[in-house]
């Protein structure tokens, strides 16, 4: 890589390191953000230091934010009593964005790995169970992820939380709207036939 000169490969292995960009989208990152204004540069400079300073974790649901508690946990017309556990932020705003759910959430940021070594200490399962153990909860969505991880995590949390007699539900798995039985797996229409639900 001589034809880079070393602040311009220092940039490059900086995007190289962001999550699903390879080397020639961060060369074109790079390049892009080389091609910006001084004051363009300046801000967004300034946006990624400002939001590592200012945004923390929401002391309830583990959501970022830049205050105390999320907007979602301080919003009082949410339902408290539901929970909905989720694996990350993205996967909380996906829900949101279907504006049907009135509860509130819980974000471990991750999932269980052992293949990357994640276990459930490094997840904010702790911190769920000690809201389990202190709120007025009376059920628990498991929102993970239907691959082997997310199943996994939605086991063992399941498991976390049978002493404290709550109910706890699993998202439904199946043919999405608009889709045919004809291009669907096995095993998403084995989902499907067991989460069937009830018309007449």
Do not use: W
């Amino acid at each position: 890589m001589r034809e880079y000169s070393p602040a311009v490969l220092r940039l490059i292995e900086c995007f190289e390191r962001l999550p699903s960009i390879g080397h020639k989208t961060a060369e074109r990152l790079a390049f892009f953000t080389l091609q910006m204004s001084e004051k363009e540069s300046a801000a967004f400079a300034e946006a990624i230091l400002s939001a590592k300073q200012t945004v923390k974790y929401c002391t309830r649901c583990q959501n970022l934010t830049e205050g105390e508690l999320c907007a979602i946990c301080a919003n009082e017309t949410r339902d408290p009593s539901i929970l909905c556990v989720v694996s990350d932020v993205r996967d909380m705003a996906a829900i949101e964005k279907t504006r049907e759910y009135k509860g509130l959430y819980h974000i471990l940021h991750g999932v269980i790995s052992p293949l990357h070594q994640i276990g459930p200490d490094q997840l904010k399962i702790r911190e769920l169970a000690h809201r389990l153990g202190t709120e007025d909860i009376k059920e628990v969505i498991l929102a993970t992820n239907p691959d082997t991880e997310g199943e996994a995590t939605a086991a063992y949390i399941a498991k976390l939380i049978r002493p404290f007699e709550l109910t706890v539900t699993r998202l439904a798995y199946g043919i999405p709207v608009g889709g045919h039985l004809e291009y669907a797996d096995q095993v998403t229409l084995a989902r499907a036939m067991d989460g069937r639900t009830k018309m007449l």
